[in-house]
């Protein structure tokens, strides 16, 4: 009995401790007392930074942007979980926060916690992914257009002039806005091309081991293919493992060409080494577009569109430069 | 002629009724609906890999090369099953801790290394010690606090991709030195992959140890009866904790493995679900989940079986994110054959069989 008792309390403490520490990560700069300091106060809800290179980029930036030196009192809370993030803006609400930024782990559910934003002056910002609610509920809401990113990398395959594409496809998480845009692109050239097809087209969840599993299985086949579209970079290099396994050569004047997304920035580097052919930018700095409209919305401006595209780019291994790498890597 | 027949049946049933039995009959069907689907899938080419160096390919090497990492946390998840009567289910996650820190120890705080700062083999140790450190954190609450493990192990599979981040600063290390690659990959000039060594070394110390100490018997007896084993002088405290210990071992060397194949680690989807398909092996190989009794050799057999189903799923162009339905219907078929009301059924049904042969 005395050693159940002793159980639960260390239980209960831990999770105690562990809640406690949770907290105090999500609002630990959230003072009260700055409010007259001149800071704005913004709340970031953003998805875990371990997510990916790409959200520890954004994470980074974001960090780096909203400091006190540039004038911001920012609060950070990160969950994968949309519960969670709706927990963590009504507390930014009843902090008082003058800007909320948002990166919603799910499209549902916000309406209710966002007109309670409106109603307490909160104004709210949407970055990297949307939601759906009433565009009146944000002010502006920027984000990357994955099915131009998707398009960019198919034309630009269309440009290598290949007397028959056969593509292994690799997809991400069924149903996420990159896997959609991504494949899109793809799925409409196929269907309208008759000399590309698709070999295998496949979920690798965003997952390097199976991506290899599917590549290694379609070479086990001994199925004939000369493109890999990964919808990023670690699936890519995925399948490249296994490639190299079976001694199939890949990269600029090789037999497979390797797309990979994300630009990560090893994954540039293989570009510039000639390893992969094309990488896809899906751009994770979207700090200074954020800065931008805030200061705008400070001096009373009115923005001249709700929706901003951010500019993406493509690299292809034949032009890249170490500035690139240097630049646009994450 | 009824004598015979008798004496067939016997052996039948006694086949029947030992545990290897179940992976085999598995492995069977599957092998058999491959042969007559296509029976390319049983080919071996030897061929050559960018780097030169002989390799051997095909379906067969995929299944050795993945069945590997499965088997030797098999190995951990059976003496815990048998122990303690639950499972882990955080090994994924402390998969990740220990491949973290492993990239941790060999590039120090560059993430890209131009030269290792110590050798794989310290890494190793390292990656050991932790894993066993987070093993020994589930060990205690399940034994001495008697949390169920599946409660005890969840804070582990909550918390663990995190920590690994954390070991290393979020930062993604990525390895260029090409030895690294051996411990996941081929060693030159040996055609099999390496994983495949790394299981048989594994195997060969488990039965080493469970035939020359009473690990296997302690183990069991802790299992099937935890009160009358403590009146038996036995310390079912240390062996519940053991078993989770060993399993952090294993964790250790999966670890070793899943981040030498590709010289990096991803923290968020590296041995994703691994957890579900050891367990299933543990369950395959006819070990009652429930604890006690236990076969090592059925288990690591059922952990090739797991991935031969996975690589015939991924041939014939299931959608991957299909598996784990498919693995659900045969976790579905093996626990309702289990359940002791079907069995029941089940023997009746053949004792009436036998009894009309007979007649």
Known sequence: MKKKILAAILVLTMVVGLTACGKKAATDTGAKDDSGSGLIKVGIINNDPNESGYRTANDKDLKAMFTKENGYDASFAYSLKNDEQITAAQKFIQDGVDYLLLSAADTAGWDSVLKDAQEQGVRVILFDRTIDADDSLYEASIVSDMDKEGAQAVEWLAKQELDEVNVIHLQGVMGTAAQKGRSGALDEKVAAEDNWNIVTQQTAEWNAEKAQQIVQSVIDKGDKFNVIYAENDDMAKGAVAALDKANISHGVGKDVIIIGFDCNKWALEELKAGNWNYDGQCNPFQASYIDEIIKKLEAGEKLSEKVVVMEEKGFDATEITDDDVNTYGI | ?359
């Open chain 2, 1 to 359: 002629m009824g004598n015979t027949k008798k004496k067939e049946a016997g052996f039948l049933s006694k086949i029947v009724r030992q545990q290897l039995f179940i992976p085999i009959a598995a492995l069977l069907i599957l092998a058999v609906f491959n042969l007559i689907a296509d029976p390319s899938f049983f080919k071996i080419t030897m061929g050559a890999s960018s780097t030169g160096d002989p390799v051997l390919s095909g379906y067969l090497i995929t299944i050795l090369d993945y069945g590997s990492e499965l088997a030797i946390l098999a190995i951990g998840m059976t003496l815990v099953t048998a122990a303690s009567g639950g499972q882990d289910i955080s090994v994924g996650a402390a998969i990740a801790i220990a491949g973290s820190v492993i990239l941790r120890v060999l590039c120090g705080t560059n993430s890209r290394p131009e030269e290792l700062q110590t050798s794989v083999f310290v890494a190793f140790i390292a990656a050991c010690l932790v894993a066993m450190l987070f093993g020994a954190f589930n060990g205690i609450l399940v034994a001495h606090f008697k949390i169920q493990p599946m409660v005890a192990t969840l804070i582990l599979y909550t918390a663990g991709r995190s920590i690994a981040a954390w070991i290393n600063n979020n930062e993604l290390p990525i390895i260029s030195e090409p030895t690294f690659g051996y411990y996941g990959g081929f060693i030159p000039g040996i055609p099999i992959p390496t994983p495949f060594f790394i299981a048989v070394i594994c195997v060969v110390i488990t039965a080493l140890v469970l035939k020359f100490t009473n690990l296997g018997l302690y183990t069991q007896a802790v299992g099937i009866n935890e009160k009358s084993s403590r009146l038996n002088g036995l310390n079912p405290v240390f062996i519940k904790f053991l078993s989770f210990v060993i399993l952090g071992l294993c964790v250790a060397v999966v670890g070793l493995i899943k981040v030498s194949r590709f010289s990096t680690i991803n923290y968020s989807v590296i041995a994703k679900d691994i957890e579900m398909d050891a367990i299933l092996a543990v369950a395959l190989g006819g070990n009652a989940l429930s604890g006690g009794k236990f076969n090592m050799a059925a288990s690591i057999l059922g952990a090739y079986v797991i991935q031969f189903l996975t690589t015939t799923l991924y041939k014939f162009d299931v959608q991957s994110d299909a598996l784990p339905a498919y693995k659900a219907v045969v976790v579905i078929i093996l626990v309702v054959l289990s359940a002791p009301s079907v069995r029941a059924k089940l023997s009746q049904v053949g004792k009436k069989l036998h009894a009309k042969e007979v007649a």
